[in-house]
T-cell receptor
Framework: NAGVMQNPRHLVRRRGQEARLRCSPM?????VYWYRQLPEEGLKFMVY????????ESGMPKERFSAEFPKEGPSILRIQQVVRGDSAAYFC??????????????FGEGSRLTVL | QQQVKQSPQSLIVQKGGISIINCAYE??????FPWYQQFPGKGPALLIA?????SEKKEGRFTISFNKSAKQFSLHIMDSQPGDSATYFC???????????FGTGTRLQVTL
């Protein structure tokens, strides 16, 4: 029973390039969250999605960042025209919905973005 | 008002000792308080969680104490072991549908 799968695990980009981070939630999970973790800091909420819908994007920077969770395929976090300040670990988490939902978020191992 | 404050930032405890990490929140709408454990290079994993209808929850060596009036909650690790060395995050959320707000983390080192 695979957990939350994120790829790539490590990504290096030069300033101005695009970064695409992918997240496949746990089987049966239809709710996906993206968090960003800067070195020596906690996890900062970015966006919460359900299939084909953005539920809460209050933590997402207004420019350059976008997220999607299509009907088929993984959730994608896209960062356009990356800058050095985007260097961080990006974690995806998923949970189930309905009556089995306890509120627990299951995290992937993260994608570590380095911007040169 | 969405902030969760966590202390200490780092903690060194001898094997067999008690590790205590504290968190405080401001948003009275929070009703779900989990603790996550993170090892280097890994994602956070749920350790234990509590809801405000109880003041304490224990699972093995891990106990959450919750003080609703003070808006504080803490994690106690009894008989701390070297394998407990990790970063611990407290968090708070509302219901079972919303995002979690995380504390800044406590790096715990358990020495022999």
């Amino acid at each position: 029973n695979a957990g939350v799968m994120q790829n790539p695990r490590h990504l290096v980009r030069r300033r101005g390039q695009e970064a695409r981070l992918r997240c496949s939630p746990m089987k049966g999970h239809s709710h996906v969250y993206w968090y960003r973790q800067l070195p020596e800091e906690g996890l900062k909420f970015m966006v919460y999605l359900q299939k084909e819908n953005i539920i809460d994007e209050s933590g997402m920077p207004k420019e350059r960042f976008s997220a999607e969770f299509p009907k088929e395929g993984p959730s994608i976090l896209r960062i356009q025209q990356v800058v050095r300040g985007d260097s961080a670990a990006y974690f995806c988490a998923s949970r189930t919905g309905g009556t089995f939902n306890t509120g627990e978020l299951f995290f992937g191992e993260g994608s570590r973005l380095t911007v040169l | 008002q969405q902030q969760v404050k966590q202390s200490p930032q780092s903690l060194i405890v001898q094997k067999g000792g008690i590790s205590i990490i504290n968190c405080a929140y401001e948003n009275t709408a929070f009703d779900y308080f989990p603790w996550y454990q993170q090892f280097p290079g890994k994602g956070p994993a749920l350790l234990i969680a509590i809801r405000p209808d109880v003041s304490e929850k224990k699972e093995g060596r891990f106990t959450i104490s919750f003080n609703k009036s003070a808006k504080q909650f803490s994690l106690h690790i009894m008989d701390s072991q070297p394998g407990d060395s990790a970063t611990y995050f407290c968090a708070a959320g509302t219901g079972t549908a919303s995002k979690l707000t995380f504390g800044t983390g406590t790096r715990l080192q358990v020495t022999l």
